[in-house]
């Protein structure tokens, strides 16, 4: 098969015929019809991520049909139409039978764990429990929007934070998490702030649903012209981008007994950042993680798309091939895209 393939940490990215996988006996192997372009691709080919064995393949988002199924494969068949989250449970230990498979103990992931969808076929393990059947009228470029960024800022703002009505959101970072973040925490009713350092990505962050933006590089005091905007502070507040300044202000900008969720991975210098825990203890705030979303729970999330409540479409800046796609690989710390970038030319 054709892929994108790395053989050293920040080395060349380039596009070659390596060997086709074959499905484990609880796996598949997918056609890759369409996979996302996202930062944490780029973190792995930076060497951020302990899991990558080299050479590599990385690769994460993505969508496509069964072409091989192993010999434990009940609930799929070869031709359906499938997506997946990024993180893979394995379904056997006590996360996974919690229901938990986001943070399962023994956790697979494409594109980290072993090769990714930046090529033309995919292997995927525990396939009963891993896979989501794509909905005829869910195109697979735009399912190859959900498998991370979109998944993990749905559950970051549904399940995490519980967003309902009437409640002040904002949303640090602008990229396709924060974006997705935006758009879901306005279809569930709440009154959404934008902080970015790009006026662009402000302007498409009022397209997705903000209804006041900061922009931070302009900004006096980003936390004071926050809770200004929010009369009082955030009820809930997201690190979408996952900074040392990104997180303090979103922890920092919230309102008594508010909900800070990060989403954003934290990463080098960024790895310990300074939190206000006086306000912490305090003000009772919480600080919680969004670490993706299980394959279980992606029904309620579909069925807010076929209802036209989500518009994960939107957020698509681009399409590209994978050649494309392995030259902007080592670029994706630029910030040079809005919204989505998403491979579906093999």
């Known amino acids: 098969m054709k892929a994108a393939i790395y053989e ?78 990024f993180v893979c449970g394995c379904g ?38 891993n896979l989501v059947r794509l909905p005829e009228d869910i195109s697979f470029t735009t399912a190859a929007t959900l498998g991370c960024r979109f998944i993990t800022a749905y559950r970051g703002v549904a399940a995490q934070g519980r967003v309902s009505g009437g409640q002040y959101v904002v949303v640090h970072g602008c990229g396709g998490v924060g974006l997705a973040a935006i758009m879901i925490a306005s279809a569930l009713g709440a009154l959404v702030i934008g902080v970015d350092i790009k006026e662009e990505a402000l302007r498409f962050a009022e397209k997705m649903g903000a209804v006041a933006t900061v922009n931070a590089a302009r900004s006096a005091d980003v936390v004071e012209e926050v809770r200004q905007l929010t009369r009082g502070g955030a009820h809930v507040s997201i690190d979408a981008l996952g900074s040392q300044a990104t997180c303090f202000n979103s922890i920092a900008n919230l309102r008594k007994r508010g909900k800070h969720i990060q989403i954003g991975l934290m990463t080098g210098d960024h790895q310990h950042p ?16 969004s670490h993706g979303m299980q394959a279980h729970k992606y029904p309620e999330m579909l069925t807010m798309i076929k209802q036209g409540k989500l518009h994960p479409e939107k957020l698509i800046e681009s399409t590209i091939s994978l050649r494309e796609g392995a030259a902007a690989l080592p670029k994706m710390n630029e910030f040079g895209h809005l919204g989505v970038v998403v491979i579906d030319s093999f």
């Open 8 to 85: 050293k940490f920040r080395g060349p990215v380039t596009v070659r015929q390596v060997p086709d996988p074959a499905p484990s006996p609880d796996g598949v192997v997918i056609a890759v019809r369409a996979t996302g372009l996202c930062r944490s691709d780029w973190h792995g080919w930076m060497g951020h991520d302990a899991d990558i064995t080299l050479p590599h393949v990385p690769g994460h988002e993505l969508a496509g049909t069964i072409a091989a199924v192993g010999r434990n494969v009940r609930n799929f068949k070869i031709g359906d139409r499938v997506t997946v989250p």
């Open 92 to 129: 056997s230990c006590g996360e996974c039978l919690s229901g938990n498979h986001q943070v399962c103990d023994h956790q697979s992931q494409p594109g980290f764990t072993h090769w990714g969808s930046f090529a033309e076929y995919v292997g995927i393990d525990y396939a009963n429990i």
């Open 274 to 289: 300074k939190i206000p825990m006086a306000r912490v203890l305090a003000d009772e705030l919480e600080i919680l993680g």
